[in-house]
């Protein structure tokens, strides 16, 4: 039900008008503070604020005024019986929806609230709208992302099988949305699954689909990634990561263009054209049989490789701004940015965690300031986020412990410093890759859950 909240210090105002709304099917609640209606509409929801302007204490436009200070975006309606142009024209400036003057008729007001709540609601789906095409755009001025985007422009209207390459928060799966937004598939869904993500009794499950009473607790049919899909695009991140049982059994869909569901009696077709992405090393992984050799030239078509943040430093700055922009909004905060001192030390920084490291950093620091954020408070989030710990004493155990130890901190340090890109850490080390496995099977190291902290 629609609530209206109505601010009068008039009682025979407030009982006509909540008779009104309450007879065309409204909740309506008065109150004859502005202050105590202030109060309320921070506590409570409501739809649409009626109030008059000229109250003992604080007045409706004052009440107006501090509303939207606070970040209230819920409609104001300001209503006087002393009206003039001036206070229309405060009213209107302050972010009033509409100004009326009393006496008001029935047929006047139902009519302004309708009108209001329906401009209300195009403006927040406007809203939702632009943060799902925020949260969802790339945003780019480097030659490093120019080179990205030539290579999206050219594949996107094809039907080619493109496999992205980039370490972990660098934006596969935005590439993989713009790619799919400027194809034909735009109209038809765009649908994610994250290989890693899923437990592997159930991937099949998840891409397949299953039928009722296929197994304990399939109580009714589930339509997978692949059919929810169809006529669309189906991004697999982490592809590297997907069971070796389940490879194959995707090698056969890519080859037949058909699934089964797990239960099911009889194939079914699918058009799903199929992205895939990894920050593992696909070339090293089908050479220790990890990873189908069969899948890979299947997936391996055309690939596009993301460099990492640090790389393309001159994304830093409009990065941060339109992460700040998101931010802002998504919490109704008063649009913020950074001073030059402020992106210059966001540039400088190295970005392990490439992107979706930046996007933290930028809701962190908007937490922890007021007004343009500084220098001084991004080297202080910087530092906090990445101080060290003191080390280790080696001066204990046997020269053999001793030396593991070292050799452990050292391999766990390249493998940090190089984002988990076991050829690149290889090559730190002078060591060959398969030397660099053996090693770290050695130590205890597991380089799966290393990548995945």
Known sequence: MTRVLIV?????????????????GY????????????????????DIVFSDVVMPGKDG????????????????????????????????????SDFLEKPISSDKLLLTVENTLRLARLE?????LRRRVGRHELVWTSEAMQRVMAQVDRVAPTESRVCILGETGTGKELVARAIHERSARRERPFVSVNCAAVPSELIESELFGHEKGAFT?????????????????????????????????????LQEGELERIGGERPVVVDTRVIVATHRDLDALVEK??????????????????????????????LAEHFA?????????????????????????????????????????????????????VRGVLTARHAKAPAAPV???????????????????????????????????????????????????????????
């Not at 399939?218 to 389940?246: N, V």
Request: aromatic share 6%; proline share 3%; with cysteine.
């Open 61 to 96: 436009l004052a009440m107006l005024a501090e509303l939207r200070e606070l970040g209230v975006t819920t409609p104001i309606i300001v209503i006087s019986g002393q009206a003039t142009v001036d206070m229309a024209v405060r009213a209107t400036r302050l972010g009033a």
């Open 27 to 46: 909740e309506a609640v008065v109150c004859d503070q502005a202050a105590r209606a202030i109060a309320l509409v921070q506590q409570e929801r409501f």
């Open 217 to 253: 607790g399939a109580a009714s049919r589930h339509l997978g990634k692949f059919e929810q899909a169809h006529g669309g695009t189906l991004f697999l991140d982490e592809i590297g990561d997907m069971p070796a049982a389940m490879q194959a059994k995707l090698l056969r869909l």
């Open 289 to 318: 049989g990890v990873f189908r050799e069969d899948l890979y030239h299947r997936v391996f078509v055309f690939p596009i490789t993301l460099p990492p943040l640090r790389e393309r430093r001159g994304d830093i700055a409009p």
């Open 8 to 24: 009068d210090d008039d009682q025979s105002t407030l009982a006509s008008l909540a008779r009104a709304f309450r007879l065309a």
């Open 325 to 377: 922009a998101l931010v802002a909004e998504q919490n109704a905060w008063k649009p913020r940015g950074f001073d030059r001192a402020a992106l210059d030390e966001l540039a400088r920084y190295a970005w392990p965690g490439n992107v979706r490291e930046l996007r933290n950093v930028v809701e962190r620091l908007l937490l922890l300031t007021d007004g343009a954020v500084g220098a001084d408070a």
């Open 124 to 128: 927040e789906e406007n809203r939702q």
């Open 395 to 453: 001066g204990t155990g046997t020269l053999a412990s001793r030396v593991e130890a070292f050799e452990r901190e050292a391999v766990l340090g390249e493998l940090a410093a190089h984002g988990h890109r076991v050829a690149e850490t290889a090559r730190a080390l002078g060591l060959e890759r398969s030397h660099l496995y053996k090693k770290c099977a050695q130590l205890g190291i597991d380089l799966k859950a290393e990548r995945r902290e």
